[in-house]
C-alpha cells in the first residue's frame, strides 16, 4: 500500500534529541527553541517567531493577544479544520463562515466586506495547499475596517504572496510542523509575529502568563503573573527534531515539487474530467498537497475506492464547519456553494519525500484508468 503520507527523517533528528537530553534542560524554551526561532525569522522576515507545541496552540495565543471576547465577530472560511475555529469559539466569539472562491478553495475575498459588521475583530484567511489567499485585498479590508489578521499559514511553510513570505504579512500567523506537513516535529506549530503591539505581550502568554523570559534575559529582578497565559512551549525534544527539519528544508521542498510536477504533468490529460490544482499569479507552490477535485461526491467516492483496490490511500480532505454538528444551528443559514462543492469532490493524493517517481506514475495510470472506464 503507498500511504497518503510518511513522516522524513532527514537523518540528524535522533543526534540533535540526544544533544537535547545531554543538555540538562528538556522543558522548552532552550538552546534548540531558540535556534528554530532564530532560524525562521531570519528566513523569513517575522518580526519574533514562538515555538507551540501545535498549530492549534499558536491560534490561540493569537485569540488571546487579540484579547477576543463574548461579542466578537471572527470571519474564518468554512472550507477549513476546526482548529481553525476552535481558539475563537473558546473565547466566546461568533465565527462568521465565508465561503470559498471558484478557482480554488481559499477565501472569497469578493464576498468578505458583505460579512464584515460593526462586532467584525478579524480576518482569518487559510493559505489552503500552501497557496497563497489574496493578501492584498485582505489587508486591504481590514486597514478599512479596523481589522486584525490572523494568517492560518498551517501549510503554508515556505510559500509566498508576491514575493512576501506567507505568515509574515497578516499582523499574527499560525503555523505547523504536524507529521503531514513539509517541514516536521510530530507535533509542533509556531506563532508568528509580525506586529510590534503583540510581541512583549505574546511572550508572556506563551510562558504562562508571566514575564519569566524577560527575568532570565536579566530584564527584571524577579519575574511574577502579569497576565492571562498557558502552557503553549514545545519540549526540547520537540525543537530538537524540529530543529534538523529546518536544517534541510531547501531539500525537502526541491523533492516535494518534483513529484508535484509528475503529477500535474501526468494528470494534465484529463482536465476535461476533473479539476486540478490552480495557483494564481501571486501566489508559489511549495507543494504541500497535491489535490484533484471530481465532478461529483459519487465519482470522488469510486476514485477513491478504485485507488484502494489498487494499493494507493488516497483521501478526502475538510467538510465544510458550517454544516458540522457543533455549530450547524448556530450559522446564519447562508448557503456557502463552493465550501460544499470541495467538501464533496476534493481529492487529496499521497505526497511525501519518499515517494518515488515509480510510484507516483501507478498512481496517475491508475487515475487515468478509471476516467478511461468511466
Not at 225 to 252: K, T
Not at 289 to 302: E, S
Request: with cysteine; aromatic share 12%.
Amino acid at each position: 500500500m503507498i500511504p497518503f503520507n510518511k513522516p522524513y527523517l532527514t537523518g540528524k533528528e535522533a543526534h540533535y534529541m540526544y544533544q537535547a537530553a545531554l543538555s540538562g534542560k528538556l522543558s522548552g524554551n532552550g538552546i534548540f527553541t531558540k535556534k528554530c526561532q532564530a532560524a525562521l525569522e531570519a528566513k523569513y522576515g517575522f518580526k519574533k517567531t514562538l515555538l507551540t507545541t501545535s498549530c492549534t496552540d499558536a491560534l490561540e495565543m493569537a485569540a488571546i493577544l487579540i484579547d477576543t471576547k463574548p461579542g466578537d465577530e471572527i470571519i474564518i472560511p468554512s472550507y477549513t479544520f476546526v482548529s481553525t475555529a476552535n481558539p475563537f469559539i473558546l473565547r466566546g466569539a461568533t465565527v462568521v463562515f465565508a465561503d470559498s472562491g471558484v478557482s480554488n478553495p481559499n477565501i472569497d475575498t469578493a464576498l468578505l466586506e458583505s460579512l464584515i459588521t460593526p462586532r467584525t475583530k478579524a480576518i482569518v484567511p487559510v493559505h489552503y495547499a500552501g497557496i497563497a489567499c489574496d493578501m492584498e485585498k485582505i489587508m486591504q479590508l481590514a486597514d478599512k475596517h479596523g481589522l486584525f489578521v490572523i494568517e492560518d499559514a498551517a501549510q503554508a511553510i515556505d510559500s509566498s504572496f508576491n514575493g512576501r513570505p506567507l505568515g509574515s504579512i497578516g499582523h499574527l500567523a499560525a503555523f505547523s510542523f504536524h507529521e503531514t506537513k513539509n517541514i516536521i516535529a510530530g507535533e509542533g506549530g509556531m506563532l508568528a509575529i509580525n506586529d510590534d503591539r503583540f510581541v512583549e505581550r505574546a511572550e508572556i502568554i506563551w510562558e504562562k502568563g508571566t514575564n519569566r523570559s524577560a527575568f532570565f534575559r536579566g530584564e527584571i529582578d524577579k519575574y511574577g503573573w502579569v497576565d492571562i497565559g498557558s502552557s503553549f512551549l514545545p519540549s526540547e525534544v520537540i525543537a530538537a527534531f524540529l530543529y534538523a527539519q529546518i536544517e534541510n528544508i531547501a531539500d525537502i521542498q526541491q523533492q516535494r515539487k518534483h513529484l508535484w510536477e509528475i503529477y500535474l504533468r501526468e494528470l494534465n490529460s484529463l482536465k476535461d474530467r476533473i479539476t486540478l490544482p490552480f495557483i494564481p499569479e501571486y501566489a508559489t507552490n511549495n507543494a504541500h498537497m497535491f489535490y484533484i477535485v471530481c465532478q461529483d461526491i459519487a465519482v470522488r467516492q469510486a476514485l477513491i475506492a478504485w485507488l484502494k483496490e489498487r494499493d494507493v490511500y488516497a483521501v478526502f480532505h475538510y467538510l465544510s464547519l458550517h454544516k458540522s454538528p457543533f455549530y450547524h444551528d448556530k450559522h446564519d443559514g447562508r448557503n456557502l456553494p463552493q465550501s460544499d462543492y470541495y467538501s464533496d469532490r476534493l481529492v487529496r493524493l499521497p505526497l511525501f519525500y519518499e515517494l518515488t517517481e515509480e510510484q507516483v506514475l501507478h498512481i496517475t495510470g491508475s487515475i487515468r484508468e478509471f476516467f478511461e472506464k468511466n
